[in-house]
T-cell receptor, first 115, second 114 residues
Framework: SQTIHQWPATLVQPVGSPLSLECTVE??????LYWYRQAAGRGLQLLFY??????ISSEVPQNLSASRPQDRQFILSSKKLLLSDSGFYLC??????????????FGSGTRLTVV | DAKTTQPNSMESNEEEPVHLPCNHS???????IHWYRQLPSQGPEYVIH???SNVNNRMASLAIAEDRKSSTLILHRATLRDAAVYYC???????????????FGKGTLLTVNP
């Protein structure tokens, strides 16, 4: 069966420090991968998605970047965190194909607090 | 993704049925109707999806209007564990860039009273 792993579960980082969040998927191949962020009391905002190794699409300009070094690994990074980067970060995966419909599976999330 | 409209909040009593409405008047022929829910401090969870016909699974039922411009998620017997934000989302499977993204709106906050 397919599983998605996301870590760490919680993180407290000082302003200006770097960030690296990792997400891995098991039990499938060539998934589409996604990073979402949910600020406190707000909705889910799509940050990045990837349809293949090295292919990254950014949805909103921001202080973050994403990379996909392997088929089932998705990394969210920042060189210098801002207070506004605080939030609940969620990784998700799905399969796609023309005319095919699949659900999305989300990880358990990382709660990031920038202090 | 095409736009959906949901009530901001709804309230239900435990063990009673809940009908969560969603309007999607601009739905296209290749849009699937997806429902997800997000429990407090957790990631969203897939609930159900459908295209034209009503759908049932162990979690819920999805009733789709004949013109597909609206749908209703039905929880047959609400429990306290069903308290969550419920999102109705249209997913285009026609291919291309829009097929790659799942865009969440504000959803409906369901409160279940004991």
């Amino acid at each position: 069966s397919q599983t998605i792993h996301q870590w760490p579960a919680t993180l407290v980082q000082p302003v200006g420090s770097p960030l690296s969040l990792e997400c891995t998927v098991e039990g499938t191949s060539n998934p589409n991968l996604y990073w979402y962020r949910q600020a406190a009391g707000r909705g889910l905002q799509l940050l990045f998605y990837s349809v293949g190794i090295g292919q990254i699409s950014s949805e909103v300009p921001q202080n973050l970047s994403a990379s996909r070094p392997q088929d089932r690994q998705f990394i969210l990074s920042s060189k210098k965190l801002l207070l506004s980067d605080s939030g609940f970060y969620l990784c998700a995966w799905t399969l796609t194909g023309a005319g095919q419909n699949y659900g999305y599976t989300f990880g358990s999330g990382t709660r990031l607090t920038v202090v | 993704d095409a736009k959906t409209t949901q009530p901001n909040s709804m309230e239900s009593n435990e063990e009673e049925p809940v009908h969560l409405p969603c309007n999607h008047s601009t739905i296209s022929g290749t849009d699937y109707i997806h429902w997800y829910r997000q429990l407090p401090s957790q990631g969203p969870e897939y609930v159900i999806h459908g295209l034209t016909s009503n759908v049932n699974n162990r979690m819920a039922s999805l009733a789709i209007a004949e013109d597909r411009k609206s749908s209703t998620l039905i929880l047959h017997r609400a429990t306290l564990r069903d308290a969550a934000v419920y999102y109705c989302i249209l997913r285009d499977v026609a291919g291309g860039g829009s097929n790659y993204k799942l865009t969440f709106g504000k959803g409906t906050l369901l409160t279940v009273n004991p």
